[in-house]
């Protein structure tokens, strides 16, 4: 059953989780226009398993490029249902969240939230070396 609405009026203008939202809107629009360069464009900025858990791949990347996809890879999306539905989502709950936690606190829910499920990602998927060929046919290297 997908959720159409909630019973629960916010108490003010959800303000953070609007800027959440066009975020992610605005960071899968990104992603549409990247054309032939997406595989090269996420595994960038997407969470791919195997280059933290095979050292032949980690050592091509610095710490700042190991580290950056457990935050970028929370806006990056498979689709326009994965992204509809997870703003629907969002735009649904995110309301109450925010009056409850306060804007910094549902700001830091949302990134612990994040990292905490790309965490969950690589450990379930530990050896995933998806688009790992493709992009090493298009780019002639891991970079």
Do not use: K
């Not at 989780?17 to 960071?27: M, R």
């Not at 990104?30 to 464009?41: C, H, L, Y």
């Not at 688009?131 to 046919?137: G, I, K, T, Y």
Request: aromatic share 14%.
């Amino acid at each position: 059953m997908l959720p159409l609405r909630d019973d629960i009026p916010s108490q003010r203008f959800p303000a953070l989780t609007l800027v959440i939202i066009l975020v992610n809107v605005a960071a899968f629009l990104f992603e549409v226009v990247q054309g032939p360069a997406i595989e090269r464009f996420l595994f960038a900025w997407g969470f791919v398993p195997a280059r933290y858990t095979d050292t032949r791949i980690t050592s091509f990347f610095t710490l700042r490029e190991l580290a950056a996809p457990f935050l970028t890879s929370m806006f990056l999306h498979g689709g326009w249902m994965h992204l509809i539905g997870n703003m629907w989502t969002l735009w649904i709950f995110g309301d109450n969240v925010e009056d409850r936690l306060g804007r910094l606190g549902f700001l830091g829910l949302y990134l612990v939230g994040g990292c905490a499920a790309t965490l969950v990602h690589l450990i379930t998927n530990a050896h995933s070396v998806f688009m790992l060929a493709a992009v090493s046919r298009s780019a002639g290297s891991f970079r």
